[in-house]
């Protein structure tokens, strides 16, 4: 890095601690005066200073102003060398163009590993519950393995649900994906799937941040991420979403965004289904596999082959990702639950189980239970081994 170069970097530092993440002035400043450099040196700092402070900064921002110190700026730059940290701003070359066009690019984005060519390959984000069904976790996984297969890259936000799911079916297929955190790289953040994020990077994908080194997670630091998993994608797909979720933000930010969205087809008694019906009357793209969603792409990446159809339902069930297991600490073998451990609905439910399927239907009239409680309690028994699950919401007993 030049000295010219580091220069630049720091007023683009300095621009982010000012202004805050997810603002849209620092490109706006950029923009009007060709450089970070000159529009500090010229605006902020030159010989008309406090008639430009009092003009283009609010409160907030002026008193920012005069408490920084340059030495802040350094000492980010500095904790971000000793942590193999690369710092991207719009002035880069390497920043992706998809993100340097949206309303409110980052002033300075972090990258620990590999940033894609994400503008040359389609790049797909795929967001949605942290709490989703079994069945929305186990099609993401296998979507987005197709799609890492076919050479597309899958960005999602690390989280549990649905999040892990689409990074673990991508590195599954030995394919490279990006993941955008809503603190620093490398704060204390879900250190549930703290493995998750280390294979990411190791498989030659990246960790991605709008937050300097020492920035722990905040509830707000979500939107502010959610903006950036839609601008470095051609395409978000929602595997399922509430319709008051974080996930119908990031298809907001997609929207205002001009990104396609699609949806998985999902069951309509799914707690979630919601947020998936209203997407489909407002226009989302359902989708069964990855072509269904790269054949959007093809003119737009002309050296791109969309691959065959391959419908998740038709996979064969030892394509499918099994429901995961908690290992006991005595055996390598996770024990069944007992019946007695289960709640009094999955009870009353196994009693009415035969080995032959029965459909949903069937067993609410066998036990008296609502619809949508027997959907419920299936997942509860499935993931407890006590139940077998067929098309058409079909069930027996498994264990």
């Not at 350094?74 to 390497?94: D, F, M, N, V």
């Not at 790269?294 to 990702?321: C, I, N």
């Amino acid at each position: 890095m030049t000295a010219e170069e580091e220069r630049e970097l720091l007023y683009w530092l300095l621009a982010q601690q000012i202004f805050g993440c997810g603002s849209a002035q620092p490109m706006h400043f950029f923009q009007l005066y060709g450089s970070m450099a000159a529009f500090f040196e010229q605006a902020l700092f030159g010989p008309k200073r406090d008639l430009y402070r009092e003009t283009l900064l609010k409160r907030g921002e002026k008193s920012r102003l005069e408490s920084i110190r340059p030495e802040s700026c350094r000492k980010i730059l500095s904790q971000c060398q000793e942590q193999g940290i690369t710092l991207l701003t719009p002035a880069s070359p390497s920043f992706p163009d998809c993100l340097r066009h949206i309303a409110n690019p980052p002033a300075v984005l972090y990258c620990k590993g590999e940033l894609l060519p994400v503008d040359e390959i389609p790049t797909i984000a795929v967001v949605g519950s942290r709490k989703a069904s079994l069945g929305s976790v186990q099609a993401t996984r296998v979507l987005c393995r197709q799609l890492a297969e076919a050479g597309a890259v899958v960005v999602s936000g690390g989280a549990l649900g649905v999040d892990a799911a689409a990074h673990e079916g991508a590195l599954d297929a030995g394919g490279r994906t990006l993941c955008l955190l809503p603190c620093a790289i490398g704060a204390p953040y879900l250190s549930t799937n703290a493995n998750l994020r280390r294979r990411i990077f190791e498989q030659g994908g990246a960790l991605l941040s709008e937050f300097p080194p020492g920035t722990e997670v905040q509830k707000w630091h979500f939107d502010v991420r959610n903006r950036l998993i839609s601008g470095l994608s051609c395409g978000v797909l929602v595997s399922e979403a509430g319709v008051k979720s974080g996930t119908m933000l990031t298809v907001r930010h997609a929207t205002e965004q001009n990104r396609e969205v699609f949806t998985l087809l999902l069951d309509v008694w799914e707690k979630n289904a919601e947020g998936i019906l209203q997407l489909l009357w407002d226009g989302a793209k359902p989708v069964s596999c990855a072509a269904d969603i790269l054949t959007e792409y093809q003119g737009r990446f002309p050296a791109f082959r969309v691959p065959q159809r391959a419908p998740l339902s038709e996979l064969p069930p030892k394509e499918r990702p099994q429901a995961p297991t908690e290992p006991s600490s005595s055996s390598p073998k996770a024990a069944k639950p007992s019946i007695s451990a289960l709640s009094p609905g999955a009870q009353r439910l196994y009693g009415a189980l035969s080995a032959q399927p029965a459909t949903a239907e069937e067993l609410s009239y066998r036990t008296g239970l609502p619809m949508k409680e027997i959907l419920e309690i299936a997942l509860e028994l499935e993931l407890a081994g006590k139940l077998r699950s067929f098309s058409g919401r079909r069930y027996a007993k498994g264990g």
